[in-house]
């Protein structure tokens, strides 16, 4: 994540290419703000890392119709139950990954 008016919600990220790989993708598509899905994701590992001294100026250009809509979508219990279950999807990847890495090879 990087510096941004609305910091909180980890907009930018850059993610590895075995992160990519392990999560099938950068980001679940079946996510309306996905850059938050991968902070959540991320966070317990310790891989949600901040990087205050990058600071990115992006001129927002405010909602379309779409988003408007979108912002409504994300508050409906449906949308929190898909939500909870991506997060947890997401973690079990990456907890199996980390324990492969572990693992000794022969």
Request: aromatic share 10%; net charge negative; glycine share 6%.
């Amino acid at each position: 994540g990087v510096e941004t008016a609305n910091a909180q919600n980890f907009v930018f990220p850059c993610v590895s290419r075995k992160l990519i790989d392990t999560l099938g993708g950068i980001f679940d598509e079946r996510m309306v703000y996905a850059d938050i899905w991968l902070r959540d994701v991320l966070y317990p590992f310790g891989r949600a890392i901040r990087l205050p001294e990058v600071l990115i100026a992006h001129h927002w250009q405010g909602q379309s119709r779409d988003q408007q809509q979108a912002v409504s979508d994300v508050l409906s219990p449906a949308y929190q139950a898909l939500y909870a279950r991506c997060v947890e999807e997401g973690r079990e990847k990456v907890q199996a990954a980390m324990e492969r890495a572990m693992v000794p090879s022969c």
